[in-house]
């Protein structure tokens, strides 16, 4: 059975920090791993995917990895704003199509 | 763009009453699914599917039912509530699920008394 799991559960830096959400998962019969933003009270918005065959992708300041190996994925924040605070959330597609969900590190950026 | 819409926002039943959940897109996607979730627990699978007349079971099927009449719509009944369905739904629909991020709506916060 797929696990996944995100370390740390909560994290608080100060404005301009570079970070790094960690995301792990048991199974690495994948069709790729995302990475979700939630803010309170709201839906979750998809900020990166990574196929099973990338080793990365980048948006903007986030850059996300891959190592399928090894079962890990990292989230790179550059430069943290204070906008940047809410709940992360990663999450792998499997070979049935079904989405596993960690439970989330909860980001707060300090001005 | 409208995506993923999602009604109610929030309801309150009683137990033994049944309601649906209702989700649409508009955005031609073929799968769709519906999770809850919970404090501690995160976002667990209900029900998915992967084109209208087809859906299947996710981690936490039981006492909720779905149907996929067209590609539209995707609703999500509960039978007869009982407190531990008290959640957050969530519902969403990707073009696919091998390269195709998943669209998620607000939710529907729902408290069973």
């Known amino acids: 059975k797929q696990e996944v799991t995100q370390i740390p559960a909560a994290l608080s830096v100060p404005e301009g920090e570079n970070l790094v959400l960690n995301c792990s998962f048991t199974d690495s019969a994948i069709y790729n791993l995302q990475w979700f933003r939630q803010d309170p009270g709201k839906g979750l918005t998809s900020l990166l995917l990574i196929q099973s065959s990338q080793r990365e992708q980048t948006s903007g300041r986030l850059n996300a990895s891959l190592d399928k190996s090894s079962g890990r994925s990292t989230l790179y924040i550059a430069a943290s704003q204070p906008g940047d605070s809410a709940t992360y959330l990663c999450?792998?597609?499997?070979?049935?199509?079904?989405?596993?969900f960690g439970q989330g590190t909860t980001l707060q950026v300090k001005p | 763009n409208a995506g993923v819409t999602q009604t109610p926002k929030f309801q309150v039943l009683k137990t033994g009453q049944s309601m649906t959940l209702q989700c649409a897109q508009d955005?031609?996607?073929?799968?769709m699914s519906w999770y809850r979730q919970d404090p501690g627990m995160g976002l667990r699978l209900i029900h998915y599917?992967?084109?209208?007349?087809?859906?299947d079971q996710g981690e936490v099927p039981n006492g909720y039912n779905v149907s996929r009449s067209t590609t539209e719509d995707f609703p999500l009944r509960l039978l007869s509530a009982a407190p531990s369905q008290t959640s957050v739904y969530f519902c969403a629909s990707a073009g696919g699920f091998d390269n195709q991020p998943q669209h998620f709506g607000d939710g529907t916060r729902l408290s069973i008394l």
């Open positions: 999450a792998v597609t499997g070979n049935t199509g079904k989405l596993i």
């Open positions: 955005m031609n996607h073929e799968y």
């Open positions: 599917s992967v084109g209208a007349g087809i859906t």
